[in-house]
């Protein structure tokens, strides 16, 4: 049974501090992808990593693959109350012809101004 | 161009009812997944569709839970006889790439906003 486990659960911070999440699993994935999900909306994808190792920027969100593939981990500098929400991780893969998706429960961050 | 859209957006019902809820893909998109999500918490995998192929059954809770895909597009999720432990909000989302065969990239996924439903 494929598992990803998200941590933390729950994240309440004050802006300009940094936080980070993790996804971690003894799985190997062939992508991993972070959304993030605001209230009443469905998740929105920010990110898809596929290579270990890698590292990649979205303004003050910086995401990493582990170089075995089996984990990652998200890292925000300087938060802002707009950076609220659920954030999500998705490993991918292979189920046969399919490409399927594990999902992490998710990290609630909430960023007080 | 137009995203993944789901109607209603709220359904309220009474225990026992049945309920449809339905998904309009990005066009082209030949994957369909159907997720379920409690307050604040992860997605749980319900049923997923690929192309003509048949479909991936193995998240549904039980056997009140069917969902069927016409034409490959539009997807229904009905839920008969609902109980309370049904209320949740239900995502629908579409991928062009669920293929291993696919040329490139990966299986992102693109969501619609959800059906809250509340079973009383």
């Known amino acids: 049974t494929q598992l990803l486990e998200q941590s933390p659960q729950f994240l309440s911070i004050q802006e300009g501090e940094n936080l980070t999440v993790y996804c971690n699993s003894s799985s190997v994935f062939s992508s991993l992808q972070w959304y993030r999900q605001e209230p009443g909306e469905g998740p929105v994808l920010l990110v898809t990593v596929v290579t270990g190792g890698e590292v990649k920027k979205l303004k003050r969100l910086t995401f990493q693959f582990g170089d075995a593939r089996k984990d990652s981990s998200l890292h925000i500098t300087a938060a802002q109350p707009g950076d609220t929400g659920l954030y999500l991780c998705a490993g991918e893969y292979n189920a046969g012809n399919n490409r399927k998706l594990i999902w992490g429960l998710g990290t609630s961050l909430a960023v007080n101004p | 161009g137009a995203g993944v859209s789901q109607s209603p957006s709220n359904k309220v019902t009474e225990k026992g009812k049945d309920v449809e809820l339905r998904c309009d893909p990005i066009?082209?998109?030949?994957?369909l997944y159907w997720y379920r999500q409690s307050l604040g918490q992860g997605l749980e995998f319900l049923i997923y569709f690929q192309g003509n192929s048949a479909p991936d059954k193995s998240g549904l809770p039980s056997d009140r839970f069917s969902a069927e895909r016409t034409g490959g597009s539009v997807s229904t999720l009905t839920i008969q006889r609902t109980q309370q432990e049904d209320s949740a909000v239900y995502l629908c989302?579409?991928?062009?790439?669920?293929?291993?065969?696919?040329?490139?990239?990966?299986?992102?996924?693109?969501f619609g906003p959800g059906t809250r439903l509340t079973v009383l």
């Open positions: 989302a579409s991928s062009s790439r669920g293929r291993t065969s696919a040329q490139s990239s990966y299986n992102e996924q693109f």
């Open positions: 066009s082209g998109h030949t994957a």
